[in-house]
């Protein structure tokens, strides 16, 4: 598959994911991929488990930006934010094609911190 193509396939994943179309949103992944969520211990196999996964999720987003996606050949890392309940996790995916499908993803979740005013001197703060 060309770098073109599954960028296509990412922003259409990405797309589904923000409007909530479960469906489409897994179109992305072969039936035996897997999926890991180090910070909870859990790995998720096969793309039904992991649609299942996501449409019982209780908190459904309410808020998706994608940063940034960039990557080669078979891997691929997309920086976004996702919100929960009012609270904001700043997100990293990394997922490994074969044969046009996604085989395996980590999804790495990260909380905002306040930056501490000794740094401000060389930071530019953003939003």
Known sequence: MENEQIREALNAHW????TGDVNAEHDIYADDAICYYPQSGERI??????QALRSHHPG???GFQVKRII???DLW???YTINYQGQSAYT?????FSKGKVVHETQY???????PAWRSQW???IT
């Open 92 to 96: 990293v995916s990394i997922m490994e």
């Open 71 to 73: 990557g080669k050949g």
């Open 109 to 115: 979740f990260a909380d905002p911190f306040e930056a």
């Open 60 to 62: 459904k987003p309410s």
């Open 77 to 79: 890392i997309t920086e």
């Open 15 to 18: 797309h589904a994911s923000a």
């Open 123 to 125: 930071v530019q703060q």
């Open 45 to 50: 196999l096969g793309r039904n488990n992991l």
